[in-house]
């Protein structure tokens, strides 16, 4: 009888431990998830060298010289692109925009990701067939690509459209400053999004911008001098000036180079999740384009035929199932094939974190796009955002 009572207080004192242990453990799950949604930093989206090689390429035709073509953002590359931008009425930033792209018709490749345009051989003039293989293996190798950016028009666009709804950006000067970050900050916290204050595609989709944006217009031909351009007093105070506005607007055209766009921590989420679930260890899904996730996005690409740049390209968003990545639409079709063969990296070690998926609806709601939530992977449901208080 006495054996008996030890061995059910023993059977008792055995679950208790087992129950504070699970409890212990699933605090310990709920807290990293906590920080998994509110530590992601998110990741700039790039152009891979690929990509821009055909920009090289189509300037060096239009008969702006790149120098070579190698895939690299060189100050020749960086002077091209000004002098075309100039001559098309663009703001001659010198850096990679949307504009610049759609200005040589290459929106299709470089935006959309599509690679058919895209291989190791396009610069027949630069010496033999393996000469081109060995600058390109190299090329390959040590090159992250260049960072896509937002004209400084694209940036007044947004600017205004913060003024408009009530969140002061200060002066519509296309410059993304502290005023600006913290009116992006305050207007993600109120909309759902994550409160970054960084330019970001979601930010972008949730102004219902995207097509003003994304657009062959925008920044572009004659409608470049109007194109979000600012008041004469927003330039120059009550009154302004008209003489004072040009030039503070030449001056913003001549050393503006624009802003890197980004992708949130909630589709950084998304990419490390479908890149476990197809077999490529990205970590946990914390929303940050860490060691971890860089490494299984290089193993992806060399597997797709992309090069291994380890960044967040257009062409990966494309292949990894995300090809309206600018709508804000980043949840369609990300699951099929995810268990494709040939996998060089077959171990999935991600915990699945519920990701807040107010700011992917909120993204499909303002551009027109389906809603982010349809067809999500598990885990990984709408979510109700937690939109935070913001003030105005």
Known sequence: ??????????????????????????????????QDQSEGQGTQIFVSSAGVRQIQQALTQKGYSTGNVDGRWNGQTAAAARSFQQAQNMEPTGTLTIPLVYGLGLDQDIILGNTGGQGGGQ???????????????????????????????????????????????????????????????SYQQVHGLEPTGRLEVGLIAALGLTDPIF??????????????????????????DKQVDNQRIALERADSPGEPL??????????QQVLNQRGYAAGHLDGNWNSDTALAATHFQQAQGLEPTGTLTTNLLASIGMPRWQRGEFLAGMTTNANAAGNPNPQTTGTVSSAR????????????????????????????GQAAAGTR
């Not at 980004?262 to 990419?271: E, F, M, P």
């Not at 998926?357 to 109700?384: E, I, L, N, R």
């Open 262 to 271: 980004w992708l949130n921590s909630d589709g950084v989420r998304q990419i």
């Open 357 to 384: 998926g107010a700011g992917s609806s909120a993204q499909g709601a303002a551009t027109g796009g389906g809603s982010a939530g349809a067809g999500s992977p598990a885990g990984q449901g709408s979510g109700d």
């Open 123 to 185: 610069s027949g003039d630069q010496g033999t067939k393996q000469a081109d293989n060995q600058r390109v293996v190299v090329e390959r190798a040590d090159s992250r690509g260049t960072p896509l950016h937002v004209s400084p028009a694209g940036v007044r666009q947004i600017q205004q459209a913060l003024n408009q709804q009530g969140w002061n950006t200060g002066q519509v000067d296309g410059r993304w400053g502290p005023a600006t970050v913290q009116a992006a900050r």
């Open 1 to 34: 009888m006495a054996l008996r009572k030890v061995f059910l207080a023993g059977t008792i004192l055995a679950a208790m431990v087992g129950g504070y242990a699970q409890a212990q453990q699933s605090a310990v799950s709920n807290q990293r998830t906590v």
């Open 215 to 240: 657009s062959a217009g925008h920044g572009t031909g004659a409608q470049a001098a109007a194109v979000a351009r600012p008041q004469p007093t927003q330039a120059a105070g009550a009154g302004g």
